[in-house]
């Protein structure tokens, strides 16, 4: 997979992205926090859905949220996540993630 731009962007001054991954099919949206609560999906999944909106067409998009430690009951996390389509990824540590939610 051929990575086309790799950035932060801001949207009309009102939605960021920790990070924006574009590649030839597909859109990653990335959110990163060290304590993830059900209240950073909610406003995650606000600016995911203003984003759609204006997505370049025939690409999927894809948000990730990135995180260290649960804020709530795990359980919770992963139903919120599961029902927006978001990729849970837990930080463990340098450089180990898990995907949580897959």
Excluded: C, W
């Excluded at 790799?6 to 001054?13: E, T």
């Excluded at 996540?81 to 897959?102: C, D």
């Amino acid at each position: 997979m051929a990575v086309d731009r790799v950035r932060r962007p801001r949207l009309d001054n009102v939605d960021e992205f920790d990070g924006y991954v574009e590649t030839e099919d597909k859109v990653f949206l990335i959110e990163t926090k060290t304590t993830l609560r059900s209240r950073d999906v909610r406003d995650f999944v606000e600016r995911v859905e203003r984003y759609k909106v204006r997505a370049p067409r025939g690409k999927t998009v894809i948000p990730m949220a990135i995180y260290s430690i649960e804020g709530e009951n795990l359980e919770k996390l992963l139903a919120m996540a599961k029902a927006h389509g978001i990729v849970l990824v837990k930080h463990h540590g340098e450089y180990e993630f898990e995907v949580v939610n897959q």
